[in-house]
């Protein structure tokens, strides 16, 4: 395959797979916009941009996961849970969980160590304080992008790795696209996407 095309199938994969909830789907939506108002705001003020990202567009974009997406057998796509998991080119929910652990644990650490060990000068007021989580939440992002990245070039190979980087990096584009519809069917009632065009295979 072309860079495209693996961009495609890994976009195509994601989709079917982790996106069946219409309220996942809708704070997909949620998380994408804010995603977008969060790269702008990088130019501008990267901790306030990370605090967002981490904050809100990270927060709703797990809990559709964690929370609302079924579970078990696949009958879209006829397969089970622990084979979707398995095969997850991403962060699966194992990996999830360690991430947002990390994430929790950055505050937690600036708190009780300012100065981070001595690598960084101690925050002198709240202020500096939040923006030392937001600067530090900031590299968590890049560090997870780059490991898993990492990661995929030693499992499987480096395009594979630069592929899902690509994804990562533009799903808030494709999201807004892909789930802008998801709270209108949901006011409908309908909480699970039937998929058709799953099934057929498009």
């Avoid at 789907?25 to 108002?37: E, K």
């Avoid at 600067?135 to 070039?153: D, K, P, S």
């Avoid at 190979?157 to 808030?172: A, C, E, F, Q, S």
């Avoid at 519809?181 to 409908?188: D, F, I, K």
Wanted: hydrophobic share 50%; glycine share 6%; with cysteine.
């Amino acid at each position: 395959m072309t860079f495209l095309q693996e961009l495609r199938v890994q976009r195509w994969d994601d989709h079917r797979y982790y996106h069946h909830s219409r309220i996942n789907q809708s704070l997909h939506l949620v998380s994408a916009i804010s995603f977008v108002v969060a790269y702008g705001l990088l130019f501008v003020d990267p901790a306030l941009a990370a605090i967002l990202a981490w904050c809100v567009s990270m927060t709703t974009r797990q809990a559709g996961h964690f929370f609302f997406e079924p579970r078990g057998y696949d009958h879209v796509n006829q397969v089970t849970d622990e084979h979707k998991e398995a095969i997850k080119v991403g962060y699966n929910i194992r990996r999830k969980v360690v991430l947002m652990t990390v994430w929790l644990l950055v505050p937690l650490v600036l708190w009780l160590r300012p100065d981070l060990f001595g690598l960084i000068a101690p925050a002198a007021t709240a202020r500096e304080f939040v923006n030392d989580v937001g600067l530090g939440w900031l590299a968590l992002g890049v560090a997870g992008l780059a490991f898993r990245v990492v990661q995929l070039a030693v499992q499987q190979n480096l395009r594979t790795g630069l592929v899902w980087m690509t994804k990562i990096l533009t799903d808030p584009f494709h999201d807004i696209w892909l789930y802008h519809r998801a709270p209108l069917a949901l006011l409908r009632g309908e909480l699970i996407d039937p998929m058709p065009h799953v099934r057929r295979g498009h």
